[in-house]
């Protein structure tokens, strides 16, 4: 049932391509000296603080990096965006577990 939702999801939403000098010249302007060859990201991961800049025809965006691991359906996240204000901004922490020995 999962997967015949993502793919649905995945049909009947927009694609936007985004020129790699368009992002690196955010970068460039917004942190003098980053080099962006030093982070195995490169410019693209610091492209996700431009999102606004980036995509500006979206109003509500949830950005799951590839070393995420999602342990409920993400429409659970996505809801929680109607009680926000117009100006409200959300950053989630990463979760420490410890583990004993």
Known sequence: ALL???R???QSSDVTVIAADKVQAMV???M???N???HHTGAWGAA???LHRL???VDRCILIDTDMLLLADVAQLWRRFDAFGPKTLMQLPLLHVHTPP
Do not use: M, V
Request: proline share 10%; charged share 10%; glycine share 4%.
């Open 28 to 30: 460039a302007q917004a």
């Open 8 to 10: 649905a999801a995945w």
């Open 4 to 6: 015949h939702r993502s």
């Open 32 to 34: 003098p000296g980053y």
């Open 36 to 38: 962006a060859s030093s």
């Open 48 to 50: 996700k603080t431009f």
């Open 55 to 57: 995509l500006p025809s």
